[in-house]
């Protein structure tokens, strides 16, 4: 097998956070996986790198500003007050506000930004960060133990250097973060194969294909209980065969979930390791360039085990490596067989038995074969600095104040042309596809949420947060008699403030300390 250029991310502190006692999704699940794949030798096989955190500015390029803002001061003793009583950007119990929630994404979201830059550069042919694949987050909320959207953040910066796209999901739960990120577009390509019915988020059915010119370009593949890896070869490979001839991606990202697993607590799949790394084994065959994402899975010695065989895949080496596992910190929790395997077991395949895999499969190729061709898009070199810059002939310090200042009013002036132009498309638009612009304020359309816990909706009302703002609204008012502000409404005697108090409560009669200024802001609005 060729030798591939291979570049794997991990931060050692990304195992120290956890979601809380009793929670399913494991952080440490990554730092056992890292040990094991230490112990079988792999890492003088390939370039490790520790990842830069990704910075607030940085996730900014998909999430709003104010949710980037409200994880970054989130802690547990105030997501009460911040999330307005668990009705905003944490709704349910799936994400709690645990302790470094925020630089737990930073690390997440840093390595799929990282691995994106070595591919675009040349640098690596494959790139690998097991803590990322974070594949529910939402624009402006969490959602499915996901905060911020890694694989939306690495595609964007793969976009910079590439025309094409293709994202591939085989988690057991529906990709829909990535899917509606990317949903009215065709630079992007999204292929999602995973377990549809009362399980979260209850998306990704066949009718869903995309809209606009992404119209085609969203491929879901819906599967049923106990799918096999027979079963699941049968249906993945012609798809994505399909879908490279057809699209002809200049580079691939590949979410592993390990929630797909045989025996795993939240899934619902029957696949062994062996017949979930073949995907990466079939698209390694490609060699087109190729991220390996994490994801789902939370049956932790079953993830490690996994994701470390994938890591030999990627390298080549998994016909090298040993089935009894070598000795390393973690060794009592692969117990009793102590071996690199996850079994089958004896649950019923229904998509065979029904004959539904045979028509899911139809559908996505029909659906592909309806692309004429693959979508071109004109690309030239944007150039990250100046001429003078490069040369040090400019600085921002040389920069004189008033062109500082210039160059902000244009840029607020293009950005409130922009928001302007988003509510007037809102107001004419009540398509049912608006579902998947997650811009659209809640006060218009309420959205339903599943929890993955418990795959049941939420009866959450979150327009009782989404109260509107109120830049100018104050009951202060001008004295001429005392040259003094006053309260509307004061009479005779009645209590004046002066003009610090006033401003320190915003002009209003109610003392600063005794009102939450958050409630002012409407639900997704940021300046």
């Not at 991310?9 to 794949?37: C, E, N, Q, S």
């Not at 080549?316 to 692969?334: H, K, M, Q, S, T």
Request: include cysteine.
């Amino acid at each position: 097998m060729s030798k591939r250029r291979v570049t794997y991310y991990y931060d050692g502190d990304v195992g120290a956070f956890t979601y809380g006692l009793g929670h399913p999704m494991k952080p440490h699940r990554i730092r056992i996986t890292h040990d094991l794949v230490s112990s079988y030798g792999m890492l003088q096989k390939m370039q490790v790198l520790r990842p830069k955190r990704a910075t607030p500015e940085s996730m900014t390029a998909f999430h709003t500003d104010e949710y980037i803002h409200f994880l970054n001061r989130v802690v547990p003793e105030t997501a009460e007050e911040l999330t307005f009583h668990g009705t905003r950007f944490l709704v349910g119990e799936d994400n709690p506000a645990f302790e470094g929630v925020f630089e737990f994404c930073s690390i997440s979201a840093g390595g799929s930004i990282a691995a994106a830059q070595s591919i675009s550069s040349g640098a690596s042919d494959i790139a690998i960060n097991w803590a990322g694949g974070l594949h529910h987050a939402k624009k402006r909320e969490a959602s499915g133990f996901c905060y911020i959207n890694d694989i939306v953040l690495g595609i964007l910066e793969l976009l910079r250097s590439y025309p094409r796209v293709l994202y591939i999901d085989i988690d057991c739960h529906h990709g829909d973060g990535v899917e509606e990120a990317f949903y009215t577009t065709d630079r992007v390509m999204t292929c999602s194969f995973h377990k549809f019915g009362e399980y979260f988020p209850g998306t990704g059915t066949q009718e869903d294909k995309g809209k606009d010119k992404g119209r085609n370009y969203t491929i879901n593949v819906p599967l049923k209980d106990g799918i096999t890896d027979e079963a699941f070869r049968s249906v993945f490979e012609p798809v994505v065969s399909k879908i490279m001839d057809v699209y002809r991606p200049s580079a691939v990202v590949l979410q592993c979930g390990a929630d797909s697993l045989a025996g795993d607590k939240l899934g619902c799949f029957n696949l062994t390791m062996y017949g979930h790394a073949s995907c990466v084994q079939f698209l390694r065959q490609f060699n087109v360039p190729l991220i390996l994402l994490g994801g789902g899975g939370y049956t932790v010695k079953n993830v490690a085990r996994t994701w470390t065989y994938e890591t030999a895949c990627a390298l080549g080496v998994e016909n090298e490596i040993d089935p009894n596992l070598p000795w390393n910190e973690y060794f009592e929790w692969f117990g009793p067989r102590y071996r690199l395997e996850v079994p089958e077991n004896n649950m019923d395949d229904l998509n065979v038995k029904d004959g539904s895999l045979d028509k899911v499969r139809y559908n996505a190729l029909q659906q592909l074969s309806d692309i004429p061709c693959a979508p071109s898009v004109g690309m030239h070199d944007v150039p990250r600095e100046s001429v003078g810059t490069h040369l040090g002939l400019e600085t921002d310090v040389d920069r004189d104040e008033d062109d500082v200042m210039d160059d902000l009013d244009r840029r607020l002036a293009q950005h409130a042309r922009y928001v302007y132009r988003m509510q007037e498309a809102a107001a004419s638009d009540q398509s049912d596809d608006d579902r998947y612009d997650s811009d659209v304020s809640s006060q218009r359309r309420p959205r339903k949420r599943m929890s993955i816990l418990t795959n049941r909706y939420l009866d959450v009302d979150t327009r009782k947060s989404a109260l509107p703002r109120q830049f100018f609204k104050s009951s202060a008012k001008w004295d001429d008699i005392h040259c003094r502000i006053g309260a509307a409404g004061e009479q005779n005697g009645a209590r004046q403030g002066s003009l610090p108090v006033l401003m320190e409560s915003g002009g209003r009669e109610t003392p600063a300390g005794d009102m939450n200024m958050d409630e002012d802001w409407e639900d997704g609005a940021s300046v």
